[in-house]
């Protein structure tokens, strides 16, 4: 078991069927039984989605009278999107490089 944050986080969202949790979090809170609804899945099924991202800390458990809530919490996914964003400006520079280059050639293939 890990415990890189990001590591835990791309393990976590690696499933469709916690990615589709997230993706419905992010509308809002939701009880297990309103999660468990739209993916046809068990309670159980999705309690056990639910504990892999609470320990990813894209997940958090509220608490309103008998239900507990889930609600997605920001900070993962934030770091996530900024190690990304320093690859996207990588792959940026080396394709405008490209480009540069790709130009520079087909100058010198068009006839005069």
């Not at 393990?11 to 916690?18: G, I």
């Not at 999660?35 to 509220?62: F, N, Q, T, W, Y």
């Not at 080396?94 to 480009?99: E, G, P």
């Amino acid at each position: 078991m890990t415990t890189d944050p990001l590591g835990l986080t791309f393990s976590a969202l690696a499933d469709p069927t916690r990615r589709a949790i997230v993706a419905r979090l992010a509308q809002g809170e939701a009880t297990v039984s309103q999660l468990a609804e739209p993916v046809d899945m068990s309670i159980p099924a999705v309690s056990k989605h639910l504990k892999v991202l609470e320990r990813a800390g894209l997940v958090e458990k509220g608490r309103e009278a008998q239900f507990r809530p889930r609600r997605l919490r920001p900070e993962p996914l934030r770091d996530l999107a900024g190690w990304l964003e320093s690859y996207r400006q990588f792959w940026d520079a080396k394709f405008d490089s490209l480009d540069a280059y790709l130009k520079e050639i087909q100058k010198k293939d068009t006839p005069l």
